[in-house]
């Protein structure tokens, strides 16, 4: 996510990321004194983004450790070996290094497998959304030269990209305009896609910004799913930096809207008394034992944010954590 915080925060977990895989099982049940639950990838993996293939899981993360974009894979979404490899080694020409954040990976209707990035726009020094191409899952990807695919420059530019496929195949790409880097509104929108994705099919739909107290002053990191009839979408809001940072859920009769939020952030350190510490960044993958949402959490010094996962449950449209 935004902020000029995020450098520092890479700084800092650098020793923490030498080691280069992590695994613990799903977080047990705990009191409040034992703190922050267990990671399931403890060392900095933020922005988590996930997807299956062929049987295995695969998991993307905003840039650490010299990557500008991490993955790590998954037999069984517990145990989780992250790669030391770069899944998009060489950034497009309109891109600066050092500000590669929030993938989106999914597969591609005619075979392969299409991601969306955030990187910085050299020419502006703001965040664009870039897209790029691969044979298999885990890369490398090549990125689309020329232009970013979605570079807003006169609302403070664009980040946080999440691919939605209606149920009748028509697709479209979530982001989030960043307008908290120059005092505008942020608004999460909705731009439909060209059937192979790489490029934009239609003008934007502005579907809501920041508009309740625990939000601050933005909204982000949106993922729509649908279920029971119902457009629901996860978004992260507040300072990323810290514990104010949490999950709202907002929903819709139709695509476009209108959206009505649910009062009070879905998740947050202060419900879960402080088990996840700025949860956000979320992805909701489909299970065959129902639908699971990752995030990422920072660890008790706020030295690097690790991924966690919990399982939700669904009543009319309604999610809930299990």
């Not at 267990?38 to 993307?60: H, K, M, N």
Request: proline fraction near 8%.
């Amino acid at each position: 996510m935004t902020g000029v915080r995020r450098a520092a925060v890479a700084a800092l977990a650098a020793v923490v990321l030498l080691a280069g895989c992590a695994a613990t099982g799903p977080a047990p049940e705990a009191s409040e004194e034992d703190g922050p639950a267990p990671f399931l990838i403890d060392q900095d993996f933020p922005d988590p983004d996930l997807l299956e293939a062929d049987g295995e899981y695969f998991a993307f993360a905003t840039n650490s450790r010299g990557a500008n974009i991490q993955f790590a894979t998954s037999p069984d979404l517990v145990e989780w070996d992250v790669s030391l490899e770069d899944a998009l080694p060489d950034l497009p020409g309109w891109a600066s290094a050092g500000r590669t954040w929030a993938p989106d990976v999914s597969a591609q209707p005619g075979g392969g497998y299409i991601m969306y990035f955030v990187a910085a726009h050299t020419a502006s020094d703001r965040q664009c959304i870039g897209v790029a191409t691969a044979s298999v899952v885990t890369g490398p990807y090549e990125a689309q030269e020329g232009e970013p695919l979605i570079c807003t420059l006169d609302e403070g530019g664009a980040i946080d990209p999440a691919t939605f496929t209606d149920d009748d195949g028509s697709r479209y790409l979530l982001w989030k305009n960043d307008g908290n880097c120059c005092a505008l509104d942020t608004w999460v929108q909705l731009t439909p896609l060209a059937a192979d994705g790489l490029s934009l099919a239609g003008p934007s739909t502005k579907l809501f910004k920041q508009t309740e107290e625990w939000e601050g002053n933005l909204v982000e990191a949106p993922v729509m799913v649908k279920r029971d009839g119902r457009y629901v979408v996860f978004y992260s809001a507040n300072d990323y930096g810290g514990d104010q940072y949490a999950v709202g859920v907002a929903s819709a009769d139709a695509l476009a809207g209108p959206y009505e939020k649910q009062p009070e952030p879905f998740l947050s350190s202060p419900a879960t008394d402080g088990r996840y510490i700025g949860p956000g960044g979320q992805d909701v993958l489909p299970t065959d034992d129902g639908d699971v949402m990752l995030f990422h959490g920072w660890n008790d010094l706020l030295m690097y944010r690790g991924m966690y996962s919990l399982p939700l449950a669904w009543n009319d449209g309604v999610p809930s954590l299990k």
